[in-house]
């Protein structure tokens, strides 16, 4: 009887944060400009009777009977999403529910997650004997890496102890990611005319230093994310084919594992490299979590799998222990007619529900 009440709530919630993803797909929510997504979030919690706080666009709640004497559970995901591209064949602020797939901007990556940890969230709210806090947060500019996200609200919920980020996983359990470091780079040279001889030509000095970061190999390897990958994506140089110019530009796009920090990889650069070198930001560090931790090992303990993500996340602006776990298909994120099994929101609402449950402390 208990087993069938818990599978009749769960029915209950799913087609209730589903009417809501539909909703947040039919509201254009692009980074920096979430505030009618926001809005609605909030209007669902507030329709269920449960306070919630907002700052800008991002919004969070507590579990009904919060104890400070407790640990304390952070369900977060984001509620912004990538313009649509125009390999679009459907309209992409339309949600279209077909052969079992639910069809929509922002449906995998990551409205999916983010209305399964709201189910999560509701399913705990008013209990009585959890053996920890829960506070659900749905933010804002993740997918710009943005200081007005998970980031900017984090001073004001007190003392976490970990995270579920929810992004597309498969379920699966991410407990490593990278981190992601773009370097500038400008290589110095001699300006002169191209007829005469120079033994300072600043393409050439970038080349130099080019081929030394397609050849260099950071010596630690992560076990689940491998090397640290550079790769020099973009170069730019000279105005005149008779001019020999005084310097050349490239970008560095750093993939950064868990054996180094932003900061480290950036002063090893700086010194195997002659060109001048500058990063745009230190902030997305990579990030993971031990084997041992009690969430990774309740999600083991269901059959979920652990791997290392080679995407980014607000995993990479929480400070404290997080895992990335989420209803959905990695590779469907930014694509073109982005969709999510009905049956994956449905499924990932109730592995949410047994990892917590079966969290040890």
């Given at each position: 009887?208990?087993?069938?009440?818990?599978?009749?709530?769960?029915?209950?919630?799913?087609?209730?944060?589903?009417?809501?993803?539909?909703?947040?797909?039919?509201?254009?929510?692009?980074?920096?400009?979430?505030?009618?997504?926001?809005?609605?979030?909030?209007?669902?919690?507030?329709?269920?009777?449960?306070?919630?706080?907002?700052?800008?666009?991002?919004?969070?709640?507590?579990?009904?009977?919060?104890?400070?004497?407790?640990?304390?559970?952070?369900?977060?995901?984001?509620?912004?999403?990538?313009?649509?591209?125009?390999?679009?064949?459907?309209?992409?602020?339309?949600?279209?529910?077909?052969?079992?797939?639910?069809?929509?901007?922002?449906?995998?990556?990551?409205?999916?997650?983010?209305?399964?940890?709201?189910?999560?969230?509701?399913?705990?709210?008013?209990?009585?004997?959890?053996?920890?806090?829960?506070?659900?947060?749905?933010?804002?500019?993740?997918?710009?890496?943005?200081?007005?996200?998970?980031?900017?609200?984090?001073?004001?919920?007190?003392?976490?102890?970990?995270?579920?980020?929810?992004?597309?996983?498969?379920?699966?359990?991410?407990?490593?990611?990278?981190?992601?470091?773009?370097?500038?780079?400008?290589?110095?040279?001699?300006?002169?005319?191209?007829?005469?001889?120079?033994?300072?030509?600043?393409?050439?000095?970038?080349?130099?230093?080019?081929?030394?970061?397609?050849?260099?190999?950071?010596?630690?390897?992560?076990?689940?994310?491998?090397?640290?990958?550079?790769?020099?994506?973009?170069?730019?140089?000279?105005?005149?084919?008779?001019?020999?110019?005084?310097?050349?530009?490239?970008?560095?796009?750093?993939?950064?594992?868990?054996?180094?920090?932003?900061?480290?990889?950036?002063?090893?650069?700086?010194?195997?490299?002659?060109?001048?070198?500058?990063?745009?930001?230190?902030?997305?560090?990579?990030?993971?979590?031990?084997?041992?931790?009690?969430?990774?090992?309740?999600?083991?303990?269901?059959?979920?799998?652990?791997?290392?993500?080679?995407?980014?996340?607000?995993?990479?602006?929480?400070?404290?222990?997080?895992?990335?776990?989420?209803?959905?298909?990695?590779?469907?994120?930014?694509?073109a007619d982005e969709y999510i099994f009905l049956s994956e929101i449905k499924k990932g609402i109730e592995l949410y529900i047994k990892i917590l449950e079966n969290i040890i402390?």
């Open positions: 009887m208990e087993l069938e009440l818990q599978y009749n709530q769960i029915e209950l919630l799913f087609q209730e944060v589903l009417e809501l993803l539909k909703q947040l797909i039919e509201t254009p929510s692009f980074s920096g400009e979430e505030e009618h997504t926001a809005s609605l979030i909030g209007d669902f919690l507030k329709a269920k009777g449960i306070s919630y706080q907002r700052a800008g666009n991002n919004i969070w709640a507590q579990n009904l009977y919060f104890d400070k004497t407790k640990p304390t559970i952070l369900l977060n995901s984001h509620h912004d999403t990538v313009k649509p591209n125009k390999s679009y064949t459907r309209d992409p602020f339309k949600a279209i529910e077909r052969e079992g797939k639910l069809y929509g901007l922002g449906s995998n990556d990551a409205g999916g997650a983010l209305v399964g940890l709201i189910a999560t969230f509701l399913y705990f709210y008013s209990n009585k004997n959890l053996r920890y806090n829960i506070i659900l947060s749905a933010t804002a500019e993740e997918e710009i890496s943005g200081e007005n996200g998970v980031a900017s609200i984090l001073p004001q919920l007190g003392s976490l102890d970990f995270a579920i980020v929810g992004e597309p996983t498969e379920m699966q359990l991410a407990i490593a990611e990278k981190g992601l470091l773009v370097l500038d780079c400008v290589a110095k040279g001699t300006p002169s005319h191209a007829a005469h001889v120079n033994t300072d030509n600043a393409i050439y000095n970038a080349i130099e230093d080019i081929e030394r970061v397609r050849t260099y190999e950071f010596p630690r390897v992560s076990p689940w994310l491998g090397k640290v990958k550079m790769t020099v994506t973009m170069l730019n140089a000279g105005r005149q084919h008779n001019v020999v110019p005084d310097e050349c530009r490239f970008t560095i796009d750093i993939r950064v594992t868990d054996q180094y920090t932003n900061r480290e990889v950036y002063e090893m650069i700086k010194k195997h490299l002659k060109s001048q070198v500058e990063p745009r930001s230190l902030r997305l560090n990579s990030s993971s979590i031990s084997e041992d931790h009690p969430i990774v090992k309740a999600g083991i303990g269901l059959g979920r799998k652990c791997y290392g993500s080679p995407t980014s996340s607000d995993q990479a602006v929480i400070p404290f222990p997080s895992i990335k776990l989420g209803p959905g298909l990695s590779t469907r994120s930014h694509s402390y």
